[in-house]
């Protein structure tokens, strides 16, 4: 079992300068999203420096970068003493990956570039900003470039991968979903393919089920969304909702509960250790959780649509 690392995935900006046609957030992001509001910010940074320990903070979008805010926070994040962790189109000048680099440096423990060949002006551009980055980044930070797997994209990814491998840059693929989803893949080698390079842990999630088993979400990792609101992971279930944090409605669990959604598509928190596999409550135990965890929700539900 993986050892969990306490993890936050903050939603700082619902802003992309790019309009893919797979992106899963499409009903959402936008060249004219929206960004975290200063009130929120001003909520959420005081809460995560009284976190005990350290945590690693994954900033999302959108493109976070976008965010005008994004190098500020990444410092102040930084200077708690919590450690980053960035996706990005990598669209951006190369001088902004390097600002963020100087300014996070050894906390900065992973870059992901995504590739997205269907908005990218010229791929060797896109090459040669990673292989430089990957020269000016420090020693702690994992880089790798990702890219979605598509039945028409398979030669052109073939021969990303192949400069990656020569330049030492990590190449992964992921499936390409399908409105939440995984697509079938028309041709066999597609899939191959895929599979040879597969971002790790997606694969244990396609259709898994971990209904009753003790997950540490909720206590050691969270979601937090532009306005604020706290989710414990990604699927519905009771008990889904942690409050919002620029209201002060916000409580983290203090103890670990099991799952009590009868599906599970959430890569991050499984990668982060968080779901204890093969570790489940009894049966009593479980189904007082379940029934309070509904009732707490409808209660909420219902506080905050009629009691305000
Ligand atoms: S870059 Fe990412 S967030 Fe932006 S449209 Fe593409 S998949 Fe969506
Ligand atoms: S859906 Fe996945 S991440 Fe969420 S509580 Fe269940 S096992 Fe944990």
Same mark, same amino acid.
Not at 85 to 113: D, H, V, W
């Given at each position: 079992?993986?050892?969990?690392?306490?993890?936050?995935?903050?939603?700082?900006?619902? =802003?992309?300068? +790019?309009?893919?046609? +797979?992106?899963?957030?499409?009903? &959402?992001?936008?060249?004219?999203?929206?960004?975290?509001?200063?009130?929120?910010? $001003?909520?959420?940074?005081?809460?995560?420096?009284?976190?005990?320990?350290?945590?690693?903070?994954?900033? #999302?979008?959108?493109?976070?970068?976008?965010?005008?805010?994004?190098?500020?926070?990444?410092? %102040?994040?930084?200077?708690?003493?919590?450690?980053?962790? #960035?996706? %990005?189109?990598? !669209?951006?000048?190369?001088?902004?990956?390097?600002?963020?680099?100087?300014? =996070?440096?050894?906390?900065?423990?992973? @870059?992901? $570039?995504?590739?997205?060949?269907?908005?990218?002006?010229?791929?060797?551009?896109? *090459?040669?900003?990673?292989?430089?980055?990957?020269?000016?980044?420090?020693?702690?930070?994992?880089?790798?470039?990702?890219?979605?797997?598509?039945?028409?994209? @398979?030669?052109? *990814?073939?021969?990303?991968?192949?400069?990656?491998?020569?330049?030492?840059?990590?190449?992964?693929?992921?499936?390409?979903?399908?409105?939440?989803? +995984?697509?079938?893949?028309?041709?066999?080698?597609?899939?191959?393919?895929?599979?040879?390079?597969?971002?790790?842990?997606?694969?244990?999630?396609?259709?898994?089920?971990?209904?009753?088993?003790?997950?540490?979400?909720?206590? !050691?990792?969270?979601?937090?969304?532009?306005?604020?609101?706290?989710?414990?992971? &990604?699927?519905?279930?009771?008990?889904?909702?942690?409050?919002?944090?620029?209201?002060?409605?916000?409580?983290?669990?203090?103890?670990?509960?099991?799952?009590?959604?009868?599906?599970?598509?959430?890569?991050?928190?499984?990668?982060?250790?968080? #779901?204890? &596999?093969?570790?489940?409550?009894?049966?009593? !135990?479980?189904?007082?959780? +379940?029934?309070?965890?509904?009732?707490?929700? @409808?209660?909420?539900?219902?506080?905050?649509?009629?009691?305000?």
């Amino acid at each position: 079992m993986p050892t969990p690392i306490p993890t936050i995935e903050w939603e700082i900006t619902t =802003a992309c300068n +790019y309009a893919c046609s +797979y992106c899963v957030q499409k009903s &959402y992001v936008s060249k004219h999203g929206k960004h975290c509001s200063d009130e929120t910010i $001003a909520a959420v940074l005081p809460m995560i420096a009284e976190l005990p320990g350290t945590w690693q903070i994954k900033l #999302i979008g959108g493109e976070p970068l976008l965010h005008p805010r994004f190098f500020e926070l990444c410092e %102040t994040l930084t200077q708690q003493g919590h450690a980053l962790r #960035i996706t %990005t189109n990598f !669209s951006l000048p190369l001088e902004k990956y390097a600002q963020l680099a100087e300014i =996070a440096g050894e906390y900065l423990t992973s @870059l992901t $570039a995504s590739l997205h060949l269907e908005q990218v002006k010229s791929v060797d551009a896109f *090459l040669q900003k990673a292989s430089a980055f990957q020269r000016l980044k420090s020693e702690n930070t994992d880089f790798s470039v990702t890219s979605v797997c598509l039945d028409e994209t @398979l030669e052109a *990814l073939q021969d990303v991968a192949a400069r990656c491998d020569r330049e030492g840059i990590v190449f992964s693929l992921q499936h390409a979903k399908f409105q939440t989803k +995984y697509i079938t893949y028309q041709r066999k080698e597609v899939e191959e393919f895929l599979n040879s390079r597969l971002l790790k842990n997606v694969e244990t999630l396609q259709n898994a089920n971990f209904f009753g088993t003790v997950c540490l979400t909720g206590m !050691s990792f969270f979601r937090i969304l532009m306005n604020g609101d706290v989710k414990r992971c &990604y699927n519905i279930q009771p008990r889904l909702f942690l409050g919002n944090i620029t209201k002060g409605t916000f409580r983290r669990f203090h103890a670990p509960l099991p799952c009590m959604s009868p599906r599970c598509t959430c890569t991050v928190p499984a990668n982060c250790g968080m #779901i204890q &596999y093969g570790e489940r409550v009894c049966r009593s !135990s479980f189904l007082f959780t +379940y029934c309070a965890g509904w009732f707490q929700t @409808l209660w909420m539900t219902f506080a905050r649509k009629f009691l305000r």
